[in-house]
DNA sequence: TATGAATGAGGATTCATTCAT
DNA sequence: CATGAATGAATCCTCATTCAT
């Protein structure tokens, strides 16, 4: 792919998060052209249907959140790295850097996004044998809080305060008695 | 209004909530209509908008839910009234009885729906006075759960386990340390 | 169906066969309606795809067709009926009058265009029993020989002359040595 | 021209018929840079615009055809060559080797296609001599025939008993009484 | 009031053509 | 000269909304 051509795809990429985050996924593609400042013939030409654009948006996504976590768990605290993770995640959500609205379609079923579900799953393992989070909690329902925190963030517009709150119950739930 | 123009505005409303439910908030209003057995024009003079429509939706969604909230509060064990309420707007989600998806819209704006949180408020209040949650819970972050739970119950269609492994740790995290 | 969705649907048939006719199968939908007077999506609620509306033209030809050879079969002469049919879809073919470019497309497949085989079947039949037409001749090669010339007038636009001598060398070659 | 974009040249054109004959004249240009190997911008350097392209197909059809019309007059049995020749060409079609939907596009008027219609014309002259066709039948409607016919054993795909039927029919017609 | 036909803006997608690399 | 990315007009089709019947 030539120089031009590949900074076109990630402003499109961009244009797309922004666009989608901020309107739902049936904002139009003619808005994330404009956004991109490029024709809409150019975003079809990149991503053949509308569908693979939000594919596409949500891959990054998977990825980016996989590094974060991987980064976690072989740096931080072990006590505390699930927590932070998912509070960044929320907090993301929030300030319309990410596109949550995607994460809970098919999460567990898509290849694609397993890498993200191990890097999670590899942070809860950690923070259990750390004994910060109970035993019996498994990955399928950390995920379920995660996304559905996340989509409430970023949909309800919860304010930082109320962002804080809900994660102090959520978190206060995974700890031990 | 007539009582045929009543009636018609009763099948429109179970209609549109089926269809809704089944498709999401884009099907298409004629749609609704077809289901209700109603002309497009008959949707229209009862709703002039289609937001019309789904505003009619939330709020009948959120009485009933007032309801089951008040009867819970009055009736109900105030340790654990809370508790059997948010589980069962959850099921109800699961089971796509409801139009959990409106419920992040405005709802702590939405006037009409001042009363649910009311209600909910009720069922709160006596769960912290009879020492089942926490003191220092919010009903903004118990609404924030409910809808985030809910909301994900429908669209990433949790099933039965993971929704009750879900609430479990929800309502750890509610509950007195 | 209202009288003027009757009106509207006329004149949208009406209007798609000349466009057809005049610019191919591939003029848009919007010249259409344009010349039908009506709004596309008009166009679109009564025929719900582009093919659904070359399909009622092709239909509406096929029948007018069927009238005219069912006509000439219980009113003509049996010797001169089929060479009068013939020529007369000729040329209306050349007065744009018809939508011959659809007369090839799975016209001996389409079950409804099986009446107006029938009908020119039986102007052959009899123009054989009167001893006009070879008796080895068969309705395929009538059927092929008709849509080609058909379609060689109008696409190609032979004058009257050329029309004429054209099917005279035709005509020829039907009769009897 | 250079060598290598001579042979880019025979390769567009090669590829643009097959893609032609294989889908219709709407077929895209990106289909055939894609057959023939090369960019898109390629095809259109050697050809300006898609007509372009098109035109020059037929050129070559039409030289190919003249060249066996020629070869048929130089060699061939007078009263049976303008026979074999018909024949052939309709074969052709048939068989989707060439292009028969344009041969009916301003086949008479294109100066470049008097070369094939005067090797048709010298074909029919020495078959008239020879006392295989009436002495009445002029050159446009043997042409108006052959299109016709190749056309619609191209586009509606006759089989071969349905060809040989008709073509018997059509040869009938030219031969004297 | 109910009906359902008409409207027309909007949206996804395609493709001939242009032009920077 | 070749490449292939970018352009943007054009096309098919959908759907909320209006309005004649």
Redesign the interface.
């Known amino acids: 792919m030539r120089a031009d051509a590949k900074r076109n795809r990630a402003k499109i990429l961009a244009a797309a998060e922004e666009v989608f985050v901020a309107a739902g996924s ?1 904002a139009s593609t003619e808005e994330v052209a404009r956004r991109a400042g490029v024709a809409i013939g150019t975003v079809f030409r990149h991503f053949p249907t509308k569908n693979d654009l939000l594919a596409a948006i949500m891959k990054e996504l998977a990825d980016r959140l996989a590094g974060e976590a991987e980064t976690l768990a072989a740096e931080g605290d072990p006590a505390t790295a699930l927590f932070t993770f998912f509070a960044g995640v929320v907090e993301q959500a929030a300030g319309r850097k990410t596109v949550v609205e995607l994460l ?2 098919d ?1 567990r079923v898509d290849s694609q996004l397993q890498t993200m579900r191990d890097a999670i799953g590899a942070l809860l393992t950690r923070a259990q044998q750390a004994g910060a989070v ?1 035993a019996g ?2 990955l ?2 950390v995920m ?2 995660l ?3 996340s ?2 963030a970023l ?2 517009g ?1 304010d930082r305060d ?1 962002r804080t ?2 994660l ?7 700890r031990p ?1």
């Open positions: 049936d809970d379609v999460i109970r909690v498994r399928d329902e379920a809080l996304t559905a925190t989509a409430g949909r309800a919860w109320l709150r809900t102090d119950v959520v978190f206060a739930g995974l008695r």
